[in-house]
């Protein structure tokens, strides 16, 4: 065999003992022909791997921005996952609102009072007794009055001292001259009976059906199912969501006038805020008929009655029955509460004695502001004078329009404006502002 180690070509001996023929410069050929190809495929596989590793790249950093926890109000950050809190919302501010009560003393309608509305026809008219106070009385929203006189009807007569009874025409009067709510718990609401508070009653359902008469009850309801029973009936004026309630309770009430007149007692005081509480009132407004007549300071009932309204969160007390004007006070309940207290705002009109002719005018202003806080704004008591004038001259007048050439046309020259004035700076103390013609109590 020749020596082939020398050779270009080599042979190869294959299985089974066959040989093939090897040449160099082909097998380095095909090696770097391999080689270009591996370059090649790595290449492409590399460009494949970084395409796909940043396309990864991308998706993931757009998950993990979307995914990303905010931070500030709105959210907060728990172990693994995200909780969207809601923004707490704003208490709702409300608009600002008063509500204006303007409130009369004692009407004690006997003898010369009820001869000055009669006409040569017979019949009856009083407007005469309040025109002067109109102008006062319309700028005001609740306009009360204590009605110490029943209207039983001409059965019983008129004008007498005892029992008071005076025509029903003297209801239509009050309600033109503006009056809207009329307080009937008095110690003179039984004079002519339970036929008397059933005739009144039944003129007043008929006449005025929606005007609000507290502190009396039809006797017998289930004869009458048609006439509201008052003395229940806690009266809650509304204007723009702000709610004022208005009680009216009266003394010396005994067994046999029970359920027919509102009785001044503890229980029935709690009973009645109570229940304007619960008929939403924000502020309480109690009327009460109660003290010894002529006397011009309150006695250690009124003061007692006063301080149990004042426990109870009352805010404003207007007092009736003395005859007479009383001092005014500013009470405090047990958390702090304070309560305005009229003790007693004389007669609004009367025919009695001298002393019984100055009384005064209760005007307080109610407000809610925006946050909802409710409160008494201002309380004034304003005098005013009964002018015993002939005819229809009998009538009311604030004092402030009060002169002397009215006091010269009177029957009597008993109360100058002078005299009504150390009157009101003696009894309201020496916060009465002669000048302006009124107490600020608040």
Request: one cysteine or more; charged letters at 20%; proline letters at 4%.
């Amino acid at each position: 065999m020749s020596d082939i180690n020398n050779n270009e070509n080599e042979l190869t001996r294959l299985s089974g003992g066959s040989y093939y023929k090897y040449s160099r410069s082909a097998g380095v050929a095909s090696y770097r022909k391999r080689r270009r190809q591996g370059k090649i495929f790595r290449f492409v596989v590399s460009v494949l791997l970084i395409a796909v590793m940043s396309v990864t790249a991308f998706l993931f950093g757009r998950r993990l921005m979307d995914d990303k926890p905010l931070t500030g109000a709105g959210y907060i950050e728990q172990e693994d996952e995200i909780v969207e809190v809601p923004e707490p919302e704003e208490a709702p501010t409300l608009q600002p609102t008063q509500i204006t009560l303007l409130m009369a003393g004692d009407v004690v309608m006997n003898d010369a009072v009820v001869q000055s509305g009669l006409k040569e026809s017979g019949a009856y008219g009083f407007d005469h007794l309040f025109m002067n106070l109109r102008g006062e009385l319309s700028s005001f929203d609740l306009r009360l009055v204590d009605q110490e006189t029943g209207l039983a009807g001409s059965k019983f007569g008129f004008g007498a001292w005892m029992p008071l009874n005076a025509p029903q025409e003297l209801g239509r009067a009050e309600v033109s001259a503006g009056f809207n709510v009329i307080l009937r718990a008095t110690d003179h609401t039984l004079d002519n009976g339970t036929e008397g508070v059933h005739n009144e009653l039944a003129w007043w359902q008929s006449e005025y059906p929606n005007l609000p008469l507290l502190g009396v009850a039809e006797p017998d309801p289930a004869a009458n199912p048609g006439l509201n029973d008052y003395v229940n009936n806690v009266y809650v004026y509304e204007k723009e969501g702000f709610k004022v309630a208005v009680l009216n309770h009266s003394w010396a009430i005994d067994e046999v006038s029970h359920g027919v007149v509102s009785p001044l007692t503890e229980d029935k005081i709690a009973a009645d805020v109570q229940k304007a509480r619960d008929a939403g009132a924000d502020i309480i407004v109690a009327c009460p008929h109660w003290g010894w007549e002529n006397e011009a300071e309150p006695n250690d009932e009124e003061k007692n009655f006063a301080q149990v309204y004042a426990n109870h969160g009352v805010d404003v007390v207007i007092g009736t029955h003395p005859r007479v004007l009383q001092r005014t006070e500013i009470l405090e309940g047990p958390d702090g509460h304070k309560t305005v207290c009229y003790y007693s705002l004389g007669c609004l009109i009367s025919s009695l004695y001298s002393q019984n002719f100055l009384g005064g005018l209760a005007e307080v202003t109610l407000a809610r502001d925006e946050s909802g806080a409710c409160s008494v704004q201002s309380a004034v008591l304003k005098p005013v004078v009964t002018h015993r004038g002939y005819g229809e001259d009998y009538t009311v007048y604030l004092l402030s329009d009060y002169t002397d050439e009215l006091t010269y046309s009177s029957w009597d020259y008993d109360l100058t404006p002078a005299e009504a004035t150390r009157r009101c700076t003696e009894i309201l103390g020496e916060g009465y502002n002669a000048e302006a013609f009124e107490l600020r109590i608040l």
